[in-house]
Nanobody, 123 residues
Framework: QVQLVESGGGLVQAGGSLRLSCPASLSPFSSYAMAWFRQAAGKEREFVATISGSGTFTSCADSVKGRFTISKDNTKNAVYLQMNSLKSEDTAVYYC????????????????WGQGTQVTVSS
């Protein structure tokens, strides 16, 4: 059974950092583009960052550019999201997602999802 299991969320003060991890039981992992999305309470799920199967191409939302970095380790079958300079508006449940083929910013293109990890930023 395919699984994506996010971890690393928690409570942090504004300006702080967190690193989210998402190991995946996908093979071959290099065939999958990965992404992080987030959903704040009462809001729609929104794109955060995506990375290609090889890990050579990345893209992120303007709201997190310069603060968040997505990375992928194909030897460990895992994707990561390094979040720095966190703001209260980053508070949300963060989801890891996977798809075959090219990267995408649309959540409807992703067929495999984790359960999410809560990130709360206190101001």
């Amino acid at each position: 059974q395919v699984q994506l299991v996010e971890s690393g969320g928690g409570l942090v003060q504004a300006g702080g950092s967190l690193r989210l991890s998402c190991p995946a039981s996908l093979s071959p992992f290099s065939s999958y583009a990965m992404a992080w999305f987030r959903q704040a309470a009462g809001k729609e799920r929104e794109f955060v960052a995506t990375i290609s199967g090889s890990g050579t191409f990345t893209s992120c939302a303007d709201s997190v550019k310069g603060r968040f970095t997505i990375s992928k380790d194909n030897t460990k079958n895992a994707v990561y999201l390094q979040m720095n300079s966190l703001k209260s508006e980053d508070t949300a449940v963060y989801y890891c997602a996977a798809k075959t083929g090219l990267t995408s910013r649309r959540f409807s293109d992703y067929t495999i999802w984790g359960q999410g990890t809560q990130v709360t930023v206190s101001s």
